[in-house]
């Protein structure tokens, strides 16, 4: 789905207004995207031999809801928005997505939201296409966890054909074995019962996927960090080559204006909030230990920086674009 311009919203809203509605609550929120897209939705940087490009695939400007950090009201969140150079008004919440080159393997972690997830995003194949990746030439697609905004970009809108139909699909066995489980949809919360239906329906019919155990490596170079809480098997990727790394935290400290800055917020979207935070809060001080640059899948676009400790905190200081 095409996102609208801000001309297209002045349209809806004063179509809205000649037709009595209130404007504010007669346009979803979604469609009236306020944050400019990056000029340019692919930047390529170095981590040794391998070389990184970071895909934006949109933004989630996500209304406030007092349900969304359990123990931090709205008036916090909106602060630590201001704290860390962000308008107030919203939560902003990027998708962005690595493609790491290395060894002669072209990986992609995590797919992107296919333009399924929110109408501001589903721009992740044409900043592809821009940054001459040929999605054909995939070898590999390692998965972080079955959150809608990191595995629709796996299948189609409507029928689920593979996007990827030529890549291994590389995933923690953990996580595979919580969402087809035949019961789990039963003990899921409403929202999240579509998604496992949705899970239980395509990938037990896929070839390509590999479940994967523990930590090993899973592509030339990169392996699988056990990061749970998130989701059971939420998995980091830590890439090394030569004397570099990086780690490629994904949702492990999903949005860090929130939870970089304040690691003890739980947030809705962590399944297990206490193992969230704890895993949070290890794999923050081990980057700062091992002096690693980290990127994440909701970090500020291109997504990637490093971590230092600040007063109770953290604090992430962006690479430059
Ligand atoms: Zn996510």
């Given at each position: 789905?095409?996102?609208?311009?801000?001309?297209?919203?002045?349209?809806?809203?004063?179509?809205?207004?000649?037709?009595?509605?209130?404007?504010?609550?007669?346009?979803?929120p979604?469609?009236?995207?306020?944050?400019?897209?990056?000029?340019?939705?692919?930047?390529?940087?170095?981590?040794?031999?391998?070389?990184?490009?970071a895909?934006?695939?949109?933004?989630?400007?996500?209304?406030?809801?007092?349900?969304?950090?359990?123990?931090?009201?709205?008036?916090?969140?909106?602060?630590?928005?201001?704290?860390?150079g962000?308008?107030?008004?919203?939560?902003?919440?990027?998708?962005?997505?690595?493609?790491?080159?290395?060894?002669?393997?072209?990986?992609?972690?995590?797919?992107?939201?296919?333009?399924?997830?929110?109408?501001?995003?589903?721009?992740?194949?044409?900043?592809?296409?821009?940054?001459?990746?040929?999605?054909?030439?995939i070898?590999?697609?390692?998965?972080?966890?079955?959150?809608?905004?990191?595995?629709?970009?796996?299948?189609?809108?409507?029928?689920?054909?593979?996007?990827?139909?030529?890549?291994?699909?590389?995933?923690s066995?953990?996580?595979?074995?919580?969402?087809?489980?035949?019961t789990?949809?039963?003990?899921?919360?409403?929202?999240?019962?579509?998604?496992?239906?949705?899970?239980?329906?395509?990938?037990?019919?896929?070839?390509?996927?590999?479940?994967?155990?523990?930590?090993?490596?899973?592509?030339?170079?990169?392996?699988?960090?056990?990061?749970?809480?998130?989701?059971p098997?939420?998995?980091?990727?830590?890439?090394?080559?030569?004397?570099?790394?990086?780690?490629?935290?994904?949702?492990?400290?999903?949005?860090?204006?929130l939870?970089?800055?304040?690691?003890?917020?739980?947030?809705?979207?962590?399944?297990?909030?206490?193992?969230?935070?704890?895993?949070?809060?290890?794999?923050?001080?081990?980057?700062?230990?091992?002096?690693?640059?980290?990127?994440?899948?909701?970090?500020?676009?291109?997504?990637?920086?490093?971590?230092?400790?600040?007063?109770?905190?953290?604090?992430?200081?962006p690479?430059?674009a």
């Open positions: 789905m095409p996102t609208l311009s801000r001309r297209d919203f002045a349209v809806s809203a004063g179509l809205a207004a000649a037709l009595g509605l209130n404007a504010r609550l007669a346009v979803s979604a469609f009236a995207q306020v944050t400019p897209d990056p000029a340019q939705g692919f930047v390529t940087y170095k981590v040794g031999a391998a070389e990184v490009t895909l934006y695939d949109g933004i989630w400007e996500k209304a406030h809801d007092p349900a969304f950090i359990a123990n931090a009201s709205v008036e916090d969140v909106k602060n630590a928005m201001i704290k860390a962000f308008t107030p008004d919203f939560v902003s919440i990027p998708f962005t997505v690595a493609v790491v080159k290395t060894g002669g393997k072209t990986i992609l972690c995590d797919s992107g939201t296919g333009a399924q997830v929110q109408p501001t995003a589903g721009k992740m194949m044409a900043n592809m296409k821009a940054a001459g990746i040929d999605p054909a030439k070898d590999t697609i390692l998965i972080s966890h079955f959150h809608p905004d990191h595995i629709f970009g796996l299948m189609e809108k409507g029928t689920n054909k593979p996007v990827f139909p030529q890549a291994e699909i590389v995933v066995d953990v996580e595979y074995k919580f969402w087809t489980d035949p789990v949809v039963d003990r899921l919360n409403e929202a999240r019962k579509g998604l496992a239906k949705r899970i239980q329906a395509v990938f037990p019919t896929w070839t390509n996927i590999k479940q994967v155990s523990g930590e090993p490596e899973v592509a030339p170079g990169i392996r699988f960090v056990s990061a749970p809480g998130h989701t098997g939420h998995r980091a990727f830590h890439l090394s080559s030569g004397s570099s790394q990086l780690m490629i935290s994904n949702d492990t400290a999903y949005v860090p204006a939870v970089v800055a304040n690691p003890g917020w739980h947030g809705q979207y962590d399944q297990d909030p206490a193992t969230a935070e704890a895993t949070r809060r290890a794999l923050l001080d081990r980057v700062i230990a091992d002096k690693i640059p980290i990127c994440g899948y909701h970090f500020p676009f291109p997504g990637a920086g490093t971590i230092s400790k600040d007063g109770t905190g953290y604090a992430l200081t690479m430059k």
